[in-house]
């Protein structure tokens, strides 16, 4: 029986390679993202990555979706829930980037990627919940990356929203556990090729395409546990955990493989008072 997912974020690069890989896993897969024209300065949209789903004999729905529009994501997840009969996955990949000092960031630019990061992600998660629990089951993926202080150096505006859906992540795992329901969190170990490192010229070397990233989304919502359920993954690293070992057909280059981006080992969150919990004010707070 074909399944139901929703890719917020999906007219190119990742999210287009995981609603791509979605479909090829028996997945109707709704398309959404702002761009629905695609351009030489923008290419790609959510009817060119429909047309390559249905290319493949799958099926897509194009969704226009602006992500700081909390109706656009609410009418998002209804439409798939009208197309599909159900929705099974849930992947926020849109993004917004700026990685300069706080001094450099003002409010506008603060405030956009606040929206389309960490606020565009909770008003999905909040929109898909109703319909996970009542069916007991339903993965939620979103594209942040785990918590460490390395991260913030150089970009503490977009590390604040970034962090801040990983914080969802782990946060609600808490209020998950035994419904069947689990949310992830998960980012690449290496640059992944997309527009933007074509525009600015990044050397294939260094570069894995999203095919590593989209394989890893698959493994996650294929996973009928929920031993997932509130961890922040590393594409490799958690690949490797499902028996992957050779990662060579992943390459940009075939010749190179890309270096790696992010740390081996992460701090871990937890404290050995992890099970104390102050209640103030009422008996739903924790300290």
Request: proline fraction near 0%.
């Given at each position: 029986m074909s399944k139901g997912a929703l890719v917020i974020g999906a007219s190119?690069?990742?999210?287009?390679?995981?609603?791509?890989?979605?479909?090829?896993?028996n997945y109707k897969v709704g398309v959404a993202a702002k761009t629905a024209i695609s351009s030489d300065t923008l290419p790609g949209s959510i009817h060119t990555v429909t047309a390559d789903i249905e290319a493949e004999a799958g099926r897509g729905t194009p969704i226009v979706c602006n992500v700081r529009s909390e109706e656009d994501i609410k009418g998002a997840v209804q439409t798939c829930m009208k197309e599909f009969g159900r929705l099974d996955v849930a992947v926020y990949n849109a993004g917004a980037i700026l990685w300069d000092k706080v001094i450099n960031t003002n409010t506008k630019r603060f405030d956009l990627m606040n929206e389309v990061n960490a606020r565009g992600a909770y008003i999905m998660v909040q929109e898909v919940l109703p319909h996970f629990l009542e069916q007991k089951s339903g993965k939620i993926i979103l594209v942040s990356p785990p918590i460490y202080n390395r991260f913030f150096k150089g970009k503490t505006t977009y590390a604040m929203s970034k962090v801040g859906m990983t914080v969802l992540v782990h946060g609600l795992a808490n209020e998950l556990r035994g419904t069947g329901v689990s949310i992830s969190a998960l980012w690449p170990a290496t640059v992944i090729r997309s527009h933007v490192t074509d525009k600015i010229n990044v050397p294939l070397k260094l570069m894995r395409t999203p095919d590593i990233f989209a394989d890893a989304v698959v493994k996650i919502v294929e996973d009928p546990t929920e031993r997932l359920n509130g961890q922040a993954l590393i594409d490799e690293d958690y690949l490797r955990t499902t028996g992957l070992s050779d990662f060579t057909k992943y390459r940009c280059d075939s010749e190179h493989e890309p270096p790696r981006m992010m740390p081996k080992i992460f701090p871990s969150l937890f404290v050995e008072e992890e099970d104390q919990n102050l209640r103030i004010p009422n008996n739903k707070s924790q300290l």
């Open positions: 190119r690069g990742i999210g287009r390679q995981i609603a791509l890989t979605l479909s090829r896993n």
